[in-house]
């Protein structure tokens, strides 16, 4: 098993409250994984860890690389908007068996967690083309994420978060749009709030917590810079040497990712300017509730909300797809749009349905 940007990951653990303890603890848990039954279109496996806190998901080598050569892109774009929408990406992993199996996979949190008191749960993507999933469960005790059509008549009701949660959607699809990224999804659940909750978002020691986990932002002990790879320097190559494999003779070729820096600034302690810091960054204050970073409290609802899938580039094969999807879909919408449509579409989508 190789692990591979592991001190990136370990510091963005770190910014999320997530203990290494608690990390290997939840991932290597006597307890089995939790298998995802996904309607996904991908051949990727999907498992969430017993306790439900990190969702696991196998990648191909194309995606795997496409997110280590830009880590640092999306590590900038969380520094300059630490409550963004995107999904965590919590490790990057190989596990290699010789001669037999190579198989990537990335840790994520999970969007829906905890999701004890959830009651229904939605992945959209802003279009209508193969937008609708069956409800019925047929009895069994499955969940079934449902997609934009079945959203049809229903709102996403956040009161004074609706300005913030319309401008993050924004700022989190322009940067998407810049990677050429497209097809990526809005996951959304929701859950009552129950009385004491109610009652208790305005009192003044709930609000002093959620102002300090609003305002705080751990980092590593080394806060001027953190290698993306641990390896010597020049170029980084997967290792794809397989044993005398087929496949692993045709993946030497591949060209390696450059190694790359993350830098840091030095966290400022002045009242003043930590206030400045929280309206520069587009901060909102958190909930007080575990997975806070996900979870937006609306008038009486809690919602649970992430960017998820944004692996898909914008390159020949979906420039056809798009062509086909056109004479096939006429006037319609579907999700193979270049990124900036998608970007705008999926905003628009958003913002009509948030009160």
Known sequence: MQTFAAPVFAKL??????????????????????????????????????DKRFFLKTQNKREVMFLLSNLQAYMEHLEKYPHSLLVRFLGVHRIVIPNQMKK??????????????INIRFDMKGCEVGRWTNPDTGGENIIKVLKDNNFEGQHIELGQEKSWFADQVKADAAFLQGLNVLDYSLLLAHQPLHQDELDGKHSLANLVIRTTKSVDSPTGSDPTSTPLLEVSPGKVVLDTTDCGSEQGAAEATDEGIPLQEINSLPKETNTDSELQEFAKHHRRLLPNCKNSIHAIDGPDRRYFVGIIDIFTVYGLKKRLENMWKNIRFPGRAFSTVSPRKYSRRFCQWIQERTY
């Open 13 to 50: 653990r770190h910014s999320l409250d997530i203990t290494e303890e608690e990390y290997v603890t939840s991932l290597c848990s006597g307890g089995c994984y939790l298998q995802f039954v996904s309607n996904s279109k991908s051949k990727a496996n999907f498992f969430v860890t017993n």
């Open 104 to 117: 990537y996979f990335i840790v994520m949190q999970s969007v829906f967690y905890p999701d004890e008191r």
